[in-house]
Every structure is written in structure tokens, then in C-alpha cells.
């Protein structure tokens, strides 16, 4: 039987009041000594772990920033701009590499697929991602990914990307799970694959994701389920998904029904306990765009092919994609980037220029790189750092 708290205290010290004075000292003294040199070696020990994560994020925060040489990086977007110069010290200065860097180590052993679902807003996200991957030594090897480029500008919708043994996989995909209509020529579209989410979900089966392999050649084709350069690729718990309607007037309505029909249809499952391990659905935000009728939601894009400039600082309260953001999503428990406010940065997107063809247009909506992509990169990897165990 052992003795009570209590009981075993009063013992120690009967037995301590029996022993002589000196024995006593000199016990108090050897433990005094014990408990110096213990707290010497924790400390030494946090001093150590301290400077190993200080020059951790030291050597990341200060590695040079992604160039051409990134395979996502495309020249339409690197260093073109009015402020380019701006735009550099503005992702510098947001700490983007370093959290950036934190997310994809959260990731070590996980094997976690992140998929980016949504138009040209959410590619520049991707490539920001994905190439400060690369520059903080995450890829797994320089080969270690599959691009569907449309000739002949350097320009691709679809890709994927193989992390470390254990990281996992970085995937766009801008119309994965069909949530998601985009209006392109065809030369240009992405995969429409056979794999309907929303289908999925009121059947309570899995989701799985169209793709190209890493054995493809890096050139746009059409997607068919019997092709060996495409494959479905397994979604389940610990991967996570991020969506975006885009901004493009009527695709963006039926794009947000889609996304609210699977949202409403996943949370039923999960209340019903029906969920076969489906992955995490979060929201990512709107982009900010600067044109000179921001108020005008169904008139956006009209001065996009116009040559006046962007505006360089708007009120973002009144940028109605925002506002329906946060209308239809403000609610789910997944999103990111919705605090952003970008409203002071109009200087940081294309402005006027050359975009694709001998017409000059202003675009205020496509930002230069780096720049405001890799902020928005940041917030995307804020919330996978939500999804560790202690979070």
C-alpha cells in the first residue's frame, strides 16, 4: 500500500529531523548543486533550439526571391509592372518566404495534397507557392513536376508538383471536382475531367482528382479517362482544398452556387456522420482589383481594354467580390484572406502595357511578380498551419 501525499511528506521530514545538522546541510547543499546544474543544461538546451530556429528562418528569410528559372514562373507577370521595384520589397517585406517556408515543413509526413481550384487569380497564388518552394529547397527534385502549357505564350493551366519524400503534392486545378466554369478559347482550356464533387458528395463516395502525371510532357492536351498521361488522384482528411469563384460577372453566380451547393452537401454529410474522408474545403478571397469603376460590379472589367490607369489606392469595403465573399462564406469555418486589405497597392498590378496582343491595355486585376501574389500565397499557407494537430 503506498502512503498517502500527505502521509509520505510527514515521514520525509520525521526521518530528516532525526538525521544530525551537518548530514542536513550537506544534503541541502548537493541538492542546491543538482538543481543549478539542471537548470544550466535546460537552459543551454532552449539556447539551443532558439539559435537553430533563428537561423532557420534567417536563412529563409533572407534566400533570393524566385526568378525565371522557377518552371512556374511565367514572363508575362515577372517584373513587368509600373512599380516593380515596389512590388519586390512589399513581398520581401511581408515575411511571405518565411511562413511560407514554416506551412510546407507543417507538412513533413503528412504526404498532404493541396489542390488550387479557380481562374488566373488563384495560378498566380499557385506559382507564387510554388516557387518559394523551390527557392527554400522543398521540391523534391528539379524534374519533379508536369505543366500544361498552351503555346506560344509560356502560360498553362493545370499543374502539378511533388514536394519532398513525405511533403506531399501543390496542384492547379481550375476546374477541379467541376465546381469551377471557366470561359477560354479552347486552345487554352483546362482539363474537364469526368469527376463531379457535388455527384460525390450526395452519394457520400470519395473524391478523386483529374490530373496529369508526372510523365506527361509539359503541353496542354485533351483530357480522356483512357489517356496514360492522365490519372485520378485519391482526395481524403488531411488534404485541403481552396476555391475562389473568380470575378468574371455570370460565371462568378453560377461558380458561387456550385461552391455552396457542395459546402451545404459536405456539412450535411459530416452532421449525419456520413463523410467517407473527404478533404477540407476552404475559401480564399477574392482578388482586389483597382480599376476606376470599382463600384460598378456589373461593369468591372469594362476599362480593361481601355488605356486608363489603375486607380492607386480604393476603398476595399466597396469591392463587391469582397463583399460577396464574405455574403456568402463569411460563415464557413474555412476560408483565408478574407482580413486582407490590399486597397493601397494599384501600383502593383500591370497597369498599362502590351498584354497579349499590339492592343495597350490597363490591367488592374493581374499583379506583378513578386509581389501581391506572394502575399496572398502567405495566407493560403497561414491556413494550412491551422490544419496541425495542436491547432
Known sequence: HKPTLLKSHTYIMITMTKLPKRAIKIFAFFLLVGCYILLIDIRSSM?????????????KNNLPTYDLSCPFAMGIYMGVGPDKEASLKFSQESGAQSVIAEALESNAATDRKVVIVGDSHMRQIFSSLACIARTTGFWKDDDSYTKAVYPPRDEYNDARLKLKEGYGEIFY??????????????????????????ECCRERKPFYLDSYTYDAA??????????????????????????????????????????VALLECVATAEGEGEDPGWPQLSIFTSNHHHYQNVKAPAHFHTNAGSTQSC??????????????????????????????DLGRTGNMHLGKGNHNTDAYVSDCATWTMPGVPDVYAKELAVSILSLRPEN
Open 218 to 259: 509539359n503541353v496542354r492536351d485533351f483530357f480522356s479517362e483512357n489517356d496514360d498521361r492522365f490519372e485520378k488522384v485519391l482526395l481524403g482528411k488531411k488534404d485541403v482544398v481552396f476555391f475562389n469563384a473568380g470575378t468574371r460577372g455570370h460565371l462568378r453566380t453560377l461558380n458561387t452556387e456550385s461552391l
Open 173 to 198: 486545378a481550375p476546374t477541379a471536382g467541376k465546381t469551377q466554369q471557366l470561359r477560354m478559347a479552347e486552345s487554352r482550356d483546362p482539363i474537364h475531367g469526368n469527376e463531379d464533387w457535388l
Open 47 to 59: 539556447k539551443g533550439i532558439q539559435a537553430k530556429t533563428s537561423k532557420s528562418l534567417y536563412v
Open 311 to 340: 486607380l492607386e489606392e480604393v476603398n476595399t469595403e466597396m469591392n463587391p467580390f469582397l463583399q460577396g465573399d464574405k455574403t456568402f462564406f463569411g460563415d464557413h469555418p474555412h476560408n483565408a484572406g478574407f482580413d486582407l
